[in-house]
């Protein structure tokens, strides 16, 4: 039976899904195959070249920390507000976004894509990966494993409004998490038998203070409703949740490689025993 | 399947108008509908219907209503996605722009772009002191409840609060207070309000108003973010259908936009023959 791992989005939360790697080996329960959308997919693409969730855990934190996004977040820019510089920072981001694609570019990931991956090739992952990104000229989820690790990848993190679309193939890709946050039905397609989607929790930010927030808000929760019917898919979900912790902050891995070791540790004995039901 | 179903209405910004088509052609052929779950401005257009309105004049009020207000739609037409075939010109860019801009300035600095003074004259000339008890067929408005953070269906109360509650596009108008929790309408989060029926509202017929077919290549953040918001919705949508038992789809309107405003009178139309179309193709015969 070919038990697959679906890591799913969420920033620097990502780091959770190396304690999950990890409690999984040391259990000695087998991984067969792995996909991700966004952080899942940079943590699986390393995973499936290491097949080691030790030796992943020293190399991305030694590289993630050096990813910024240097993103304010303006959404929360409250109404009543006239500090000169939450003026100007709203100003600047009003003539951003109605010239360009993006806040920020790719710069930084790239090259923190480079130290991790370098110009390693789906050829080259010890056990079958792919990764799920999101084509907005077709509007449909487009799962890449073919070519350099770090280019399918570099599609996946792009965070709509955040990072810039990445073109590939006459599509223009962003994260996968826009329809698959988990993407576990994908995996399936990919031949997994046996799917543990691993999904972290977003905060829904409710105390909105203007109509950006508001519509930030509603769509949270929309995405949590489509996840809800990608994570049903799977035999066993992971669900992390980690309340305040900043997603664009990538400096505070251990709690976050708790969290996903804790939960993945509590949810063994279900994994086992649905692994002993299925075979 | 005639007798005592429940019709589910809904679209995505000025697309709801079309099922004034949709009711009209329902209305020629016979076909009786026992309640309306509706969202978005459709709520509208299904109570003025269910008062005894006359929906061509509605459609028509609709279109000037726009019209009217065209200089402070900031762009919505633009953003929704031109029609097919468009080109984009300098100037029309730049027209572009400075709505975006604006749209994006005023959304931060408030909590939307327009008031509901606009149309507060024109809601209670329409609807008055009228309750829902009073509309037949029975109504049940969907709304996003900024509470619970959840869709609901409002079947009490005054209509003209529970149309402004369905309609409340966020970030476009603000949001309804009724009863001290605060509405917006639930078309953002699903165009068809299919979440909150049940078993017992069978047989559900969900008159559908597929999403956008052209996708042009965005040139702006907010393009990008309205693009992979539309299609989470779309997802969630397809879900969402699983529910009804029968989904008439409209795909003529495929190539009409959430802000395609100027073409209104085309959209009602076009939603008129498709829903004649497919009755007559037998859609409601009995199975």
Request: aromatic share 6%; net charge negative.
């Amino acid at each position: 039976m070919k038990v697959g791992v679906s890591l799913g989005s969420g920033g620097s939360r990502g780091f959770a899904h190396l304690g999950v790697l990890r409690a999984l080996e040391d259990a000695k329960v087998p991984i067969d195959l792995v996909n991700g959308s966004s952080i899942g997919a940079v943590v699986g693409a390393t995973y499936a070249l290491h097949h080691d969730a030790e030796d992943v855990a020293h190399l991305v934190q030694e590289v993630l920390p050096k990813i910024d996004v240097g993103f304010f977040n303006l959404f929360r820019y409250p109404a009543s507000g006239s500090a000169f510089l939450r003026n100007w920072l709203a100003e600047a981001f009003c003539n951003l976004s109605a010239l360009q694609m993006s806040i920020v570019s790719h710069r930084n990931n790239r090259r923190a894509l480079g130290l991790l991956l370098g110009a390693r090739t789906f050829a080259d992952t010890v056990i079958p990966f792919s990764v799920a990104t999101f084509d907005l000229l077709a509007g449909e989820t487009v799962i890449l494993k073919e070519g350099r690790l770090a280019d399918a990848i570099l599609a996946s993190i792009s965070i709509p409004g955040i990072f810039p679309p990445v073109e590939r193939d006459g599509r223009l890709l962003v994260d996968g998490a826009v329809q698959a946050d988990v993407p576990v039905r994908e995996l399936r397609v990919e031949g997994a038998e046996f799917v543990i989607g691993v999904r972290l929790v977003q905060e829904v930010l409710k105390d909105y203070r203007n109509g950006f927030g508001l519509l930030i808000a509603i769509d949270q929760v929309k995405s949590d409703a489509v996840c809800a019917w990608e994570l049903a898919a799977a035999d066993v979900a992971i669900t992390i949740d980690l309340p305040g912790y900043d997603m664009a902050r990538f400096g505070q891995s251990a709690v976050a490689m708790e969290a996903g070791y804790d939960a993945a540790r509590r949810a063994l004995p279900t994994i086992v025993r649905r692994l002993e039901e299925a075979r | 399947m005639t007798s005592g179903i429940t019709l589910v209405l809904g679209g995505l910004g000025v697309k709801g108008i079309a099922h004034a088509g949709t009711l009209q052609a329902l209305s020629t052929r016979g076909i009786e509908v026992c309640r309306i779950v509706v969202g978005g401005i459709a709520g509208g257009i299904a109570a003025h219907a269910a008062l005894g309105g006359n929906l061509d004049s509605l459609v028509s009020g609709l279109s000037s209503l726009f019209e009217r207000n065209n200089a402070r739609l900031w762009g919505m037409e633009r953003l929704s996605g031109p029609p097919v075939g468009e080109r984009r010109l300098a100037v029309a860019s730049l027209s572009y722009f400075l709505r975006e801009r604006l749209f994006c300035r005023m959304n931060l600095a408030r909590e939307s772009v327009l008031g509901w003074e606009i149309v507060d004259a024109d809601l209670e000339r329409m609807f008055g002191e009228a309750r829902a008890s009073d509309l037949r067929p029975r109504i049940a408005f969907a709304a996003f409840d900024l509470t619970t953070w959840e869709e609901v269906l409002l079947e009490e109360g005054r209509v003209v609060d529970l149309v402004k509650a369905a309609a409340a596009f966020p970030g476009l108008l603000p949001p309804v207070r009724i009863d001290g929790r605060q509405y917006v309408s639930s078309t953002l989060f699903c165009e068809l309000p299919l979440g909150p029926l049940g078993d017992a509202d069978r047989p559900i017929v969900a008159v559908d108003i597929p999403g956008r077919v052209s996708r042009e290549r965005p040139t702006s953040l907010l393009e990008v973010l309205t693009l992979a918001d539309e299609a989470r919705g779309d997802a969630l949508k397809r879900l969402r259908l699983e529910k009804a038992d029968h989904v008439l789809r409209l795909d003529g309107l495929a190539s009409f936009h959430w802000g395609s405003y100027r073409r209104i009178p085309q959209l009602v139309l076009r939603a008129r023959e498709d829903v004649l179309e497919k009755i007559d193709a037998g859609f409601f015969r009995p199975t």
